[in-house]
């Protein structure tokens, strides 16, 4: 296979026995949504560069390391999303949106780093952001929603666990953010190289490293939570008083950072155990200033974000199994193949909750019978010359017992009817 045919690395196809799950969860995130009266938003995988080096912050890896940017022949700094919370948040702001929304979207997002099990350099991300919103109340509702989305997806409770922190108000971190250089200054030499590289840009994540020789290191740090003033104090204490009144189980992981520059107070994952060492499936949290950050008027917004290809993983057994069509038309001869097409396109108008498939390969009848009973179906319908000459059609059960009849064409809608209504 020539260079040019290669697929491109980290990138990978969804093939048709494939796609049927990615529909399932693409229908059960819609009628999950709706009840909880999030809209759906979509919004352009090519973004201003722009918008995410101010969104997110330049300092983090996803601006550093894996963000596809490029300037194109206008000569417009331009980037493919690597997240949609600052896309989000930028199409509300251009359309003018204000006060209370809640929207939510599903679509690819991409990053330059390396591939592994279940994560890809084109990945695709199932997210919700509600703006106006300033209390711990809609943070709740946040991880409400996604435990409502394990139980949709058949995940036993013992299998998703909650980890909730709190990185508490700008001025906060800043004071942490002190003490962090001072103490790993102190540490240099047990530093690794992105520690420190990020020692002066972003200290904090130096806190999420997965370096097992810097562990004890980490656990020593200074903590977050002893800088955090009253308010901050007081808004994460709600948010666990509400979360113990829902009966929703956590856990508070101190280490917990996030990656993104934009988030204060809540932040949250979810992780599972049974994906291997990158557990993690869900994140999200507050950013009340990133609306501000990228040009708008200052407004509340928090927000989480899903891999669908790590819960197409999680789920795949809820979501297995492209459904048999019920029916097989098999055909021989030109008169027959047109009558297998008018018939089919009867049945689909008059039966549209029947799957009709036409085999129309032209080869012998034995080679389609193969076919049919392959896909599953439960009957096959038989025209041949002599059912095309006589105006009748073969009815031959592929599954279970029976025997194959013969009816005239104008009869079989009733027949497949009464079948069907059983």
């Known amino acids: ?14 093939l048709p026995e494939e796609t049927v799950k990615w529909q399932r969860l693409e229908a059960l995130t819609l009628a999950l949504m709706a009840r909880y009266g999030y809209g759906e938003i979509r919004t352009p995988v090519l973004e201003k560069l722009a918008l995410f080096t101010r969104g997110i912050g330049e300092a983090t890896d996803v601006v550093e390391k894996e963000m596809y940017a490029f300037e194109d022949r206008n000569g417009d700094m331009l980037a493919l999303r690597p997240e949609n919370t600052a896309g989000s948040v930028r199409a509300a702001l251009n359309a003018g949106l204000a006060g209370v929304q809640r929207v939510w979207y599903m679509g690819p997002q991409f990053r330059h780093e390396r591939p592994q099990r279940g994560r890809y350099r084109q990945f695709h991300q199932i997210g919700a952001e509600a703006w106006g919103m ?10 409400l929603l996604c435990a409502a989305f394990w139980r949709e997806l058949g995940l036993a409770a013992d299998e998703v666990q909650l980890e909730i922190n709190t990185l508490g108000t700008p001025e906060d971190r800043a004071a942490h953010r002190t003490a962090l250089i001072a103490y790993f200054r102190e540490h240099l030499a047990e530093l690794d190289e992105d520690a420190t590289r990020r020692l002066d840009s972003n200290p904090l994540r130096i806190l999420d490293t997965k370096n097992p020789a810097m562990q004890d290191l980490v656990i020593a740090a200074p903590r977050l939570s002893e800088y955090l003033c009253e308010a901050s104090q007081q808004h994460f204490a709600q948010l666990q008083a509400l979360l113990d009144a829902a009966g929703q189980p956590y856990v508070i992981n101190h280490r917990l950072v996030r990656g993104l520059d934009y988030y204060r107070h809540c932040v949250f994952e979810w992780t599972t155990t049974r994906l291997g060492a990158q557990g993690t499936i869900c994140g999200g949290g507050r950013y009340d200033g990133l609306v501000e950050q990228i040009g708008g008027k200052p407004n509340p917004g928090v927000g989480f ?7 197409l993983e999680l789920a795949a057994e809820r979501l297995d199994g492209a459904e048999p069509p019920h029916l097989y038309v098999v055909n021989a001869g ?15 108008q008059q039966l549209p909750h029947l799957r009709c498939v036409v085999d129309c390969s032209g080869t012998g ?6 076919r049919a009973d392959k896909s599953g ?5 038989v025209l041949a010359e002599q059912e095309a ?14 025997e194959q009849i013969v009816l005239a064409q104008d009869e079989l809608i009733d027949d497949l009817r009464q079948r069907w209504s059983q």
């Open 1 to 14: 296979m020539s260079e040019a045919m290669q697929r491109v690395r980290g990138m990978r196809d969804i």
């Open 134 to 143: 300033a209390g711990p109340e809609i943070e709740a509702e946040l991880i």
């Open 305 to 311: 974000a899903m891999g669908v290809e790590r819960l």
């Open 334 to 348: 030109e008169a027959a193949a047109r009558n297998a097409l008018r018939l089919s396109e009867t049945i689909r």
């Open 365 to 370: 009848l034995k080679s389609q019978f193969k």
């Open 377 to 381: 179906a439960a009957l096959a319908l």
């Open 389 to 402: 000459q006589t105006g009748q059609v073969g009815i031959k059960p592929l599954r279970g017992d029976g």
